[in-house]
């Protein structure tokens, strides 16, 4: 059983669409992590959610982080074919350090 | 944030050989992470290599088949041992704590080992 739900797993979109990635689990998380990867490049990290509730922007990249700190959200306007790549959101369990609990990530491919 | 690299950046193993994997960092940092990675798929911790203790692996790992080094805090090697073509996969190594905030994490380029 995973414990971090990651959806949906691919994502084909053409340039100037919307999306939204979600990640679900039946634990509670001290924090979350978004975070991109490209082929042959290791995950960048995008932002880092703590509080229930906590929305933050990073350009055309909207990050939710859900009032109980079960799930999360990442939502892209106007999807460009840079923002082509791997997504991963990645949980923090109990201290607010220590190991990450990572989604399956979603291949996201934007078709100019 | 801290600049972090990785030695070899890809290399082909023959099964039944060893293969030693450097991380190394910028900056010091509190805990380094070793994980791995089939392409276009997630992540799966390894093992918690802190420095002046005994790395903590995962369940599924053993020091055996994946011994860890961490000298100093700006350094730790991955040993993957006695290879089998289960083990090509991309490595990485990621960083947190000291220089880098706690609540983020840091990751190298990766490893792409192949096992023929």
């Known amino acids: 059983t995973q414990l971090l739900e990651q959806s949906p797993q691919f994502l084909s979109i053409q340039e100037g669409e919307n999306l939204t990635v979600y990640c679900n689990s039946s634990?509670?998380?001290?924090?979350l992590q978004w975070y991109r990867q490209e082929p042959g490049e290791g995950p960048v990290l995008l932002v880092t959610?703590?509080?229930?509730?906590e929305v933050k922007k990073l350009k055309r990249l909207t990050f939710q982080f859900g009032d109980a700190r079960k799930d999360s959200s990442l939502h892209i306007t106007a999807a460009q074919p840079g923002d082509t790549g791997l997504y991963l959101c990645?949980?923090?369990?109990?201290?607010?350090?220590?190991?990450?609990?990572f989604g399956q990530g979603t291949i996201l491919t934007v078709h100019p | 944030s801290a600049v972090i690299s990785q030695k070899p950046s890809r290399d082909i193993c023959q099964r039944g050989t060893s293969l030693t994997i450097q991380c190394q960092v910028d900056?010091?940092?509190?805990?380094m992470f070793w994980y791995r990675q089939q392409p276009g798929q997630s992540l799966t911790l390894i093992a918690t290599?802190?420095?002046?203790?005994?790395?903590?692996?995962e369940s599924g790992f053993v020091i055996d088949k994946f011994p860890i080094s961490r000298p100093n805090l700006t350094f730790s090697t991955l040993t993957v041992s006695n290879m089998s073509p289960e083990d090509s996969s991309i490595y990485l190594c990621?960083?947190?704590?000291?220089?880098?905030?706690?609540?983020?994490?840091?990751f190298g380029p990766g490893t792409r080992l192949t096992v023929l």
């Open positions: 990645a949980g923090r369990l109990g201290t607010s350090y220590g190991k990450l609990t």
């Open positions: 990621s960083v947190e704590g000291g220089a880098v905030k706690y609540n983020e994490q840091f």
């Open positions: 634990s509670v998380f001290s924090s």
């Open positions: 900056s010091q940092v509190t805990m």
């Open positions: 959610v703590v509080t229930g509730g």
């Open positions: 290599a802190n420095q002046g203790s005994e790395a903590t692996y």
